[in-house]
């Protein structure tokens, strides 16, 4: 053993230093790249109009992030079956109804339960388009309303909240509420869907035996390195609460914004890109593998994600860590993606980590692919100053302040939603 130890620390020693690589906060340290061409196939085919978008290069990009980036989901079905817990006429003093729904998944040996809350403006005359979401810490953090079940499953021990059992989970009621602005959603009469994300699958590695991929497969058994991590799990996840929103007439199934912070927006992303049901797709701060350019290496890199969070994508991503130049893909073409649905990428001033140019950059060159449609995506050549909006069918911001949703976010989403939904 004394023998090994020398050699032991010869691997470790550069390996912490590695893991611990400055983040690269200097433009014009920004490497030089080549960006993939959105609208150029594998074989080398130019594509020019909406058809050969539709049915050549949309499917061949999407299915090299399946294949690179996010991994697989498994096609199989599972036994779905849904049971309303709560509801209730006059929530937010009777501005809502609130409802609070179980998803509930078993494959005859297991069972995974999804728990839904649902809030929907109390005098909506039809259906009415809702704002779907994952949340970081449970349903019951999102509103300050007290009588909202808490999470059963793993939750997340983090930024100083201390939450390890049920007493402290109760204690964190009400805190993500900012985060949502719910009164405020419902007074510009949409509906709030939200669950947390935990559910689906919790955040952290394990082998995929916890969550959704344990429903589907036996841990690493049978798994390859092209198999789903769990950003394509939250969003599998998310796709399986749109399939029950269309089962609910009071919600317009067809108008179903999706929404996401951080990780989350890189699965709002995702859920965007792989489910087209999905109306409208909306990013907050989602930074690194959502909608920054990973070539850029600005922030949070390739490199460094994939070594804090080996859960979160495909194992074949890895092989792209030391150079991405061979990687077939990079961020814009997630976001071109979506066309030609409208899409909303947010950044924060100072959120560096998640590089609000790289994100801007993205959502400007995926325009290309709204031009075949003869929309206007992202209407500014150079990005614009903080706090102040531009939209077309992709819209963008650089607010002031830090990585977070904030009331302003929401008043451009819901701006956003009005214009595409309402067309206000
Ligand atoms: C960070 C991670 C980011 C972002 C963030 C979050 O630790 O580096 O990519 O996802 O977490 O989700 O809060």
Known sequence: MKKLLPLFLFFLIPSLFAVQEEANYDEALVPEYTLPEILVTQSGEKITDTSGWINTRRPEILQLFKDYVYGNSPEGNIKTTSRIISSKDSALKGKASRDEVVLSFDNGKKILELNLLIYLPAEAVGPVPVFMGLNFYGNHSVSAETDIQMPTAWIRNNAGLGIEDNRTRNSIRGIRAERWQVEKIISRKYGLVT??????????????NNGIHGLFSDGEKGRTDTSWGSISAWAWGLSRVLDYLETDNRIDSGKVAVMGHSRLGKTSLWAGAADPRFALVISND?????????????????????????????????????????LPVDQHMLISLMAPRPVYVASAEEDRWADPRGEF?????????????ELEGLPAETMPSVNSPVAGTIGYHVRTGEHDVTAFDWDQYLAFADKHFRNK
């Open 195 to 208: 669950l947390y994300y935990g559910d689906i699958d919790p955040d952290f590695h394990d082998g995929f």
């Open 286 to 326: 989602s930074g690194c593998g959502g909608a920054a350019l990973s070539r850029r290496a600005y922030g949070e890199t390739i490199k460094r994600i994939t070594t804090s969070f080996p859960h979160w994508f495909c194992e074949r991503l890895n092989n792209y860590r030391d150079d991405l130049s061979a």
């Open 361 to 373: 950059l993205a959502a400007k060159i995926a325009s290309e692919v709204y031009s075949l449609f």
